[in-house]
């Protein structure tokens, strides 16, 4: 088993900023990255470190998303600007460790004023 720790949620007003982190204590392989369900809907992809080792992000979230590593791949994050309140969602991260991939607990992040 691996645990998936995230961290960096919270209530932000529109336009503002927060940097989510997501810690395993070991290396992950891709994919590695965030999706996240807002009320109502289903999981979506917002961004990824894919096999091939490129990155997608959502269309949604383009240039004002960025997901990052830490050079060991234990710990990614996903820095966000210029949040909306569609933003609102549980982020949860995920990575492939072996040949499961596992996901974290989520994270909540409100975007309102």
């Known amino acids: 088993q691996v645990r998936l720790v995230e961290s960096g949620g919270g209530l932000v007003q529109p336009g503002g900023s927060l940097r989510l982190s997501c810690a395993a204590g070991?290396?992950?392989?891709?994919?590695m990255g965030w999706y996240r369900q807002a009320p109502g809907k289903e999981r979506e992809l917002v961004a990824i470190?894919?096999?091939?080792?490129?990155?997608k992000y959502a269309d949604s979230v383009k240039g004002r998303f960025t997901i990052s590593r830490n050079s060991a791949a234990t710990t990614v994050y996903l820095q966000m600007d210029n949040l909306k309140p569609e933003d609102t969602a549980v982020y949860y991260c995920?990575?492939?460790?072996?040949?499961?991939?596992?996901w974290g607990q989520g994270t909540q992040v409100t975007v309102s004023s």
């Open positions: 070991r290396s992950a392989a891709n994919p």
């Open positions: 470190f894919n096999r091939d080792r490129t990155i």
């Open positions: 995920l990575g492939l460790y072996g040949s499961q991939t596992f």
